[in-house]
C-alpha cells in the first residue's frame, strides 16, 4: 500500500515488536495477567502481523494473499461480534470453562480494529472500489475513529506513566494500542489521499 517512505519502516519496525510482545504475553504471562484472554491476545498479535502485511512494498503483496486477508480478519471480527454477544470468550464458552468473561470495552476495540483492517485489505485489493465514494465516507469514517482511539490509548499510557507503582505489562499494552490506533489512522489517511488525488 505505501511507497516504501521512512515512516513506514518505522512503522513495520513498531508492529514487529508489537507482535514479539504479544507473543511473549502468551508464552511467558499467563500467571501474571489476571484474568488472562489468550483469544484477546492472539487478536492483538494478528493485528501488529496484518499491519506489517499492509505495509510491504508494492508488488509484495500477491492478490492471492491480501484475499486470505480479508477471510481471515473478516473471521476475526465476526469470532470477536459473537463475543459481544456471550460476553465470554468463545473458546471458554466452547470448553465450558467456569468464570471466564470478556469485557465489552476489548471485544469492540477487537471488532473496529480487525473489521478496519479487512476493510483495508480489501480496498486493496479493488483500487475502482477504494475511488468509489460510499467507501471513501467509511474510510474517513475508520480514519476518525482510529485517531480517536489514538488519543485515548495516549491518554492511558499516560496514567500508567504517572502511577506510584507502573505496570510495566499493562503500560506495554496501552502504548501497543496506541501504536497501532495510530498506525491504522495514518494509513487509512494514506488510503484517503491516495485515491482523492487518483480521482482528480
Known amino acids: ?24 504475553r502468551i508464552v511467558s504471562c ?19 502481523v496484518g499491519m506489517m502485511f499492509m505495509l510491504a512494498p508494492t508488488g509484495w503483496l500477491s492478490p492471492y494473499l491480501i484475499r486470505w486477508n480479508v477471510i481471515l480478519f473478516a473471521l476475526f471480527a465476526l469470532w470477536f461480534i459473537g463475543r459481544l ?16 468473561h470478556s469485557t465489552l470495552h476489548a471485544d469492540a476495540l477487537h471488532v473496529l480494529m480487525h473489521g478496519g483492517m479487512c476493510y483495508m485489505f480489501l480496498l486493496m485489493s479493488s483500487m475502482v472500489l477504494s475511488m468509489m465514494q460510499p467507501a471513501i465516507y467509511t474510510s474517513y469514517v475508520f480514519c476518525i475513529s482510529f485517531l480517536c482511539l489514538t488519543l485515548f490509548y495516549g491518554k492511558e499510557v499516560l496514567k500508567d506513566l504517572q502511577a506510584a507503582k507502573i505496570q510495566w505489562l499493562q503500560c506495554g499494552a496501552n502504548l501497543a494500542h496506541t501504536l497501532m490506533s495510530g498506525g491504522m489512522g495514518w494509513m487509512f489517511l494514506e488510503m484517503i489521499s491516495m485515491t482523492m488525488s487518483m480521482g482528480r
Open 30 to 48: 499467563r500467571t501474571l495477567l489476571h484474568p488472562f484472554d489468550v483469544e484477546n491476545e492472539v487478536g492483538h498479535g494478528l493485528m501488529a
Open 85 to 100: 454477544f456471550t460476553r465470554k470468550p468463545l473458546l471458554a464458552l466452547v470448553q465450558q470453562t467456569p468464570g471466564a
Open 1 to 24: 500500500m505505501t511507497t516504501g517512505s521512512p515512516l513506514s519502516t518505522i512503522f513495520s519496525l513498531l508492529f514487529l515488536i508489537i507482535a514479539f510482545f504479544y507473543l511473549f
